[in-house]
């Protein structure tokens, strides 16, 4: 794990490396009391300048990229893998997982209770709104809402 000296990480939030991978934070990002960055065998990465606020999950599975200066709300959560569909013979959890990863690109708000899905990359200055389900890619300055999330504007 990779914390920049200038990095603040609350004690009360959740920092784990487990099945491997890695966690790196840049500089001048905040990590808000009880979320959680874990990577279940993949990797983390924050760039420069983030806000992790408090109840987010962030897992590293197949890889989570974010890039500098990207709010991140309370209550969001990004998880870069998905279950396989079970069969009458094969129990959903034991079905396997895909891991494709998420890249959130440069200057990218993502409002309070965001989930953000496996495959997905959130362009750079995109906006999206609370609430949304991120099951496709954003484009770079769009503003994205709604269940699933869709492009209510372009800047």
């Known amino acids: 794990m990779t914390v920049h000296p200038t990095a603040w990480v609350s004690r009360r939030s959740v920092i784990r490396v487990n099945g491997g991978g890695s966690i790196a934070i840049g500089k001048d990002c905040e990590i808000h009391p009880f979320s959680m960055l874990m990577t279940h065998g993949g990797h983390i990465r924050l760039g420069d300048n983030c806000s992790v606020n408090p109840f987010t999950i962030i897992y590293g599975c197949g890889g989570a990229y974010i890039g500098n200066n990207v709010r991140i709300a309370a209550h969001v959560v990004i998880i870069p893998e998905n279950h396989n569909p079970g069969t009458d013979a094969t129990a959903l959890h034991l079905s396997g997982t895909t891991r494709k990863g998420i890249r959130i690109e440069d200057n990218v708000w993502i409002g309070a209770g965001v989930k953000i899905l496996d495959g997905v990359s959130i362009g750079r200055n995109a ?29």
């Open 127 to 155: 906006v999206i709104g609370a609430g949304s389900v991120v099951s496709r890619s954003i484009p770079a300055n769009a503003t994205a809402v709604g269940v699933p999330a869709r492009v209510l504007k372009k800047r």
